[in-house]
C-alpha cells in the first residue's frame, strides 16, 4: 500500500528550480534512502512530503490526504498525527532534559505521559541518562533522544535530514539500527536523505537527487 505519493512536484525559490518534476512513491513500511550533493533539494523535498513547505506545482498524496488542500492549520494537526522529524543538529531543546524533551513532543501532540517517555527512552538506548541535559549528552545520544521524540507520538512515517551528519561511524550504526529495529517493529515508512555513501545498505530502496531532479540509481 503506497503512503507517500509526489506528483510531477515542483518547487521554485524564485529564479532556482529546486525541484523539477519529482514523482516518488514510497509503499508503508518502506525506507527509502534519497542521496543528493549539498543543495540538490533534500531538504526541500523532506519539508514538501512533512507540509513544512508548499511546492510551487505538482500534487502531493500522503496517508491519502492531497495536502495541497489543506489549509495552515489542517496541515499543523495532520504533520502531530503522521510525521517525525530528525535533523543533522538534533534540535533538543538545551534547558530540558532527555525526558523532558520527549514529554514536550508528547505535549504539543496531546498529553504528556512521562511513563510512556521514559519506556520511549529506553527503547532507544537511553534508560540511563534521562536526567541529562544535551550539553551532557553526546552527539549519537542526543540523536537518540531526537528519535525518541520523533516516535514517542507513533507516527506512520519518519523523515530524517542528513541525521548522521554529526555522528562518527560508530554512532552512525548505532542510529541506523535503531532505525531499522523501529521500522520493522512499528512499521514505521522511513524516507531518509544523506549524502553519506555508506548509509543505503540499510534501508530498502536508494534513489539519487541531483538539481532537483529525482532518478533511480
Ligand atoms: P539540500 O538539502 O540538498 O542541500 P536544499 O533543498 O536546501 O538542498 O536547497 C535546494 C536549492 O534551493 C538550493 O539552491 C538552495 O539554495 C535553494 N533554497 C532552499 N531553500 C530556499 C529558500 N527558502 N529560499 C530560497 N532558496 C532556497
Ligand atoms: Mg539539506
Not at 517525525?84 to 501532540?109: D, K, R, S
Request: proline residues 5%; contains cysteine; aromatic residues 6%.
Amino acid at each position: 500500500m503506497e503512503i507517500i505519493k509526489l506528483e510531477k512536484v515542483c518547487k521554485n525559490y524564485g529564479e532556482i528550480k529546486a525541484l523539477k518534476d519529482v514523482c516518488l512513491t514510497v509503499e508503508k513500511g518502506e525506507w527509502v534512502t534519497i542521496m543528493g550533493p549539498s543543495g540538490s533539494g533534500k531538504t526541500t523535498l523532506l519539508n514538501i512530503i512533512a507540509g513544512l513547505d508548499v511546492p510551487t506545482s505538482g500534487e502531493i498524496i500522503v496517508g491519502g490526504k492531497k495536502l495541497n488542500s489543506l489549509n495552515a492549520d489542517e496541515l499543523a494537526e495532520w504533520r502531530a498525527e503522521n510525521v517525525g522529524f530528525v535533523f543533522q543538529q538534533y534540535h533538543l531543546i538545551p534547558y530540558l532534559t532527555a525526558l523532558e524533551n520527549v514529554m514536550l513532543a508528547q505535549f504539543m501532540h496531546s498529553v504528556p505521559d512521562e511513563v510512556e517517555a521514559e519506556v520511549i527512552l529506553k527503547k532507544v538506548k537511553m534508560g540511563h541518562r534521562i536526567s541529562h541535559y544535551p550539553s551532557q549528552l553526546s552527539g549519537g545520544e542526543c540523536q537518540r533522544v531526537a528519535i525518541a521524540r520523533a516516535i514517542v507520538n507513533k507516527p506512520p512515517i519518519l523523515l530524517a535530514d542528513e541525521p548522521t551528519g554529526n555522528l562518527d561511524r560508530e554512532n552512525t550504526e548505532i542510529f541506523l539500527n535503531l532505525v531499522k529495529e523501529l521500522q520493522k517493529e512499528m512499521q514505521l515508512t522511513v524516507v531518509l536523505v544523506t549524502h553519506n555513501p555508506y548509509i543505503p545498505k540499510w534501508g530498502d530502496r536508494t534513489l539519487l537527487l541531483e538539481d532537483g531532479v529525482l532518478k533511480c540509481l
